[in-house]
């Protein structure tokens, strides 16, 4: 009698056990809808949102030369052009680009301006255009790099400046975004537009 007592106890123990998992693993299989967690590459995909723009830019040297030896001889004259190419490369911060909401199929990007990154000068491209000195004179290390230095700050404002490239920019960087989003929404059968914010 006790075994049929400890048999019935054991099959009642692994009944409830049974209807247990049953009902957790119904619980579990309730249809979620995807948050904004699915979009953690999206940062990874604003890396790529950059435009380079390659240029050709100029750094002078040049002084009236107001120095006379004598009265007769100019001493302070100088003038150089030198030559070179780079680019400018434009792009978003993408420690700020976020997916801020997911609703009813609409993903809400925050997307921030257009900025320079970043400017690259190739060093193998400098050429000294020409070169004009006074008696006594020749253009030291630190002349060139302060004229290097002008024309670089002068090349960066213009581009900071260039609605036009930004403009495109930002075009590159949305459609870049918006199709991350709607090729994520295809890999798990979601239909997504995406709204910048």
């Not at 801020?100 to 900025?115: A, Q």
């Amino acid at each position: 009698m006790n075994n049929e007592k400890k048999q019935n106890k054991e099959v009642r123990l692994s009944v409830i056990a049974l209807i247990l998992i049953c009902v957790l693993c119904v619980s579990g299989c309730s249809v979620a809808r995807p948050g904004k967690r699915i979009f953690n590459g999206i940062k990874s995909v604003a890396e790529l949102c950059t435009l380079k723009c390659y240029y050709h830019n100029v750094a002078e040297i040049k002084n009236d030369g107001t120095d006379l030896l004598l009265g007769m001889v100019n001493v302070g004259y100088k003038k150089a052009w030198y030559e070179y190419r780079g680019y400018v490369e434009f792009g978003i911060d993408v420690g700020q680009v976020k997916v801020v909401s997911v609703n009813d199929g609409v993903v809400s990007v925050k997307m921030p301006e257009i900025v320079v990154l970043n400017t690259h000068v190739d060093e193998n491209s400098i050429k000294q255009v020409c070169v004009d000195l006074g008696a006594f004179q020749k253009i030291t290390n630190e002349e060139q790099v302060a004229a290097y230095e002008h024309a670089q700050a002068e090349m960066e404002q213009s581009a900071e400046s260039n609605s036009n490239l930004k403009n495109q920019a930002e075009e590159r960087a949305k459609s870049l975004l918006e199709e991350y989003v709607i090729n994520v929404g295809k890999n798990i059968g979601e239909e997504y537009t995406v709204e910048f914010v």
